[in-house]
């Protein structure tokens, strides 16, 4: 079993910063892959970043690439998201996710259903 706590969610204008934390626990957090995915009202969850194991690579969809930077602390057992430049479209609730693969492709990590354990959600709005 694994559990995950996001926190960090918030109201912000456009172009300002928010940072997103997952806090893990359960099974070694090292040693699995990470992901962020987020869903706006009406629509669809979303893929937006990922992150192997310790040393692993990193992953982006394109609509937040260069802005979206996905990081972790294994000491912590804590997985972030740091945002920048945030835009409107970017209002929705984000989840952290758990998957046993710790060195898949970046099309493995895009998929839902590669993740068995998932946060609550925290919320972010981005106001015009």
């Known amino acids: 079993q694994v559990q995950l706590v996001e926190s960090g969610g918030g109201l912000v204008q456009a172009g300002d910063s928010l940072t997103l934390f997952c806090a893990a626990s359960g099974r070694t957090f090292s040693s699995y892959g990470m992901g962020w995915f987020r869903q706006a009202p009406g629509k669809e969850r979303e893929f937006v970043a990922a992150k192997g194991m310790s040393g692993g690579s990193t992953y982006y969809a394109d609509s937040v690439k260069g802005r979206f930077t996905i990081s972790r602390d294994n000491a912590k057992n804590t997985v972030y998201l740091q945002m920048n430049s945030l835009k409107p479209e970017d209002t929705a609730v984000y989840y952290c996710?758990?998957?046993?693969?710790?060195?898949?492709?970046?099309?493995?990590?895009?998929?839902?259903?590669?993740?068995?354990?998932w946060g609550q959600g925290t919320q972010v709005t981005v106001s015009s």
């Open positions: 996710a758990w998957s046993r693969c710790g060195s898949c492709s970046g099309s493995y990590y895009s998929r839902s259903r590669e993740y068995d354990y």
